[in-house]
């Protein structure tokens, strides 16, 4: 079991940057695959980007390639998304999420057990 709490949301306008930080508790944390989601109002939540367990291995969503930065460290138990060049269409709750049994770092989020609570960007234009 691990527990996740994410932070670091807010509201910024367009072309800004934010930082979202997810603690990770209750378990060995670097032996977990964490990724980071994000869900508008009455649409599914989609995939932004996530990170192997040991860090070296990273995927973004097409949306965010080139602007957005996941990384990680297993000291500290947290995973950052660090968001560039933010825009209006970012907009959404951010989610962070873990798995541990999956063989290559998983992308759906089907295959993520642990989620946090979320974290609200808001991205003015």
């Known amino acids: 079991q691990v527990q996740l709490v994410e932070s670091g949301g807010g509201l910024v306008q367009a072309g800004g940057s934010l930082r979202l930080s997810c603690v990770a508790s209750?378990?060995?944390?670097?032996?977990?695959?964490m990724g980071w989601f994000r869900q508008v109002p009455g649409k599914e939540r989609t995939f932004v980007s996530a990170i192997s367990w040991h860090g070296d291995s990273t995927y973004y969503a097409d949306s965010v390639k080139g602007r957005f930065t996941i990384s990680r460290d297993n000291a500290k138990n947290t995973v950052y998304l660090q968001m560039n060049s933010l825009k209006a269409e970012d907009t959404a709750v951010y989610y962070c999420a873990a798995d541990q049994t999956s063989i290559v770092v998983p992308i759906e989020k089907e295959q993520y057990a642990y989620w946090g609570h979320g974290t609200q960007v808001t991205v003015s234009s």
């Open positions: 209750g378990s060995i944390f670097s032996t977990y695959a």
